[in-house]
């Protein structure tokens, strides 16, 4: 398994969606971001999941935490449900037809679901055990090694347990009940420096 095994979707809206991730959210949310991509795109490729729609997967998870930029930060709703909002805006903008606009939404939240039933939502799956796996190093030995050498390597991860504890701590103590509580409750920033990815100094 390599990265070059993975096409990056080439459409309007994923060049979109990578452009507004870019501007808005800091790199080490970024790289977050890309990583989850290619995590997704691992985890479907080492479970022989097939039929998934790969422009959604990337757009969803290049813009699934552009909700804690300042920018789109909202007062009461949750970040991802923020987030999905954006993507729901800037696929309209790229032509999708509304019931795909909101599977984006719905892919963005649901990452940040205990667990998806990939039966119920594929990309929604692919997505959750990805950030699962880049935040708190669930199933960290699941895809090859060599795999996770390489995506860290383009993409290394500057600081994200910092920069994402401290971003979802700010959003439970604003919104309380919201999933950035749950997450926190759960031991979040405790699973974000053990993660085995972070330990890897990359």
Same mark, same amino acid.
């Given at each position: 398994? /390599?990265?070059? @095994? !993975?096409?990056?979707?080439?459409?309007?809206?994923?060049?979109?969606?990578?452009?507004?991730? #870019?501007? +808005?959210?800091?790199?080490?949310?970024?790289?977050? =971001?890309?990583?989850?991509?290619?995590?997704?795109?691992?985890?479907?490729?080492?479970?022989?999941?097939?039929?998934?729609?790969?422009?959604?997967?990337?757009?969803?998870?290049?813009?699934?935490?552009?909700?804690?930029?300042?920018?789109?930060?909202? @007062? #009461?709703?949750?970040?991802?449900?923020?987030?999905?909002?954006?993507?729901?805006?800037? #696929?309209?903008?790229?032509?999708?037809?509304?019931?795909?606009?909101?599977?984006?939404?719905?892919?963005?939240?649901?990452?940040?679901?205990?667990?998806? @039933?990939?039966?119920?939502?594929?990309?929604?799956? $692919?997505?959750?055990?990805?950030?699962?796996?880049?935040? %708190?190093?669930?199933? %960290?030995?699941?895809?090859?090694?060599? !795999?996770? %050498?390489?995506?860290?390597?383009? +993409?290394?991860?500057?600081?994200?347990?910092?920069? !994402?504890?401290?971003?979802?701590? @700010?959003?439970? %103590?604003?919104?309380?009940?919201?999933?950035?509580?749950? $997450?926190?409750?759960?031991?979040?920033?405790?699973?974000? /420096?053990?993660?085995?990815?972070?330990? =890897?100094?990359?």
């Amino acid at each position: 398994m /390599k990265m070059v @095994d !993975f096409v990056v979707p080439g459409s309007v809206a994923a060049r979109a969606a990578l452009e507004v991730a #870019t501007e +808005y959210v800091p790199g080490a949310l970024l790289n977050h =971001s890309i990583r989850s991509w290619y995590w997704a795109v691992g985890f479907a490729s080492l479970e022989m999941r097939e039929g998934f729609d790969a422009e959604l997967l990337y757009v969803s998870a290049v813009l699934h935490d552009v909700g804690l930029a300042v920018e789109f930060d909202n @007062d #009461t709703l949750s970040y991802e449900l923020a987030a999905g909002h954006v993507a729901w805006a800037l #696929t309209a903008g790229a032509g999708w037809e509304a019931s795909r606009r909101t599977r984006a939404l719905e892919v963005i939240v649901r990452h940040n679901w205990p667990e998806v @039933d990939p039966e119920q939502d594929l990309e929604g799956y $692919l997505l959750e055990v990805a950030t699962g796996l880049d935040i %708190s190093g669930s199933r %960290s030995e699941a895809l090859p090694e060599s !795999f996770r %050498s390489e995506v860290l390597t383009a +993409y290394p991860r500057l600081g994200l347990a910092a920069e !994402f504890g401290s971003c979802v701590t @700010d959003q439970a %103590s604003r919104k309380p009940a919201t999933a950035a509580a749950r $997450l926190i409750a759960g031991g979040l920033v405790r699973k974000l /420096k053990n993660n085995p990815l972070e330990l =890897s100094g990359s």
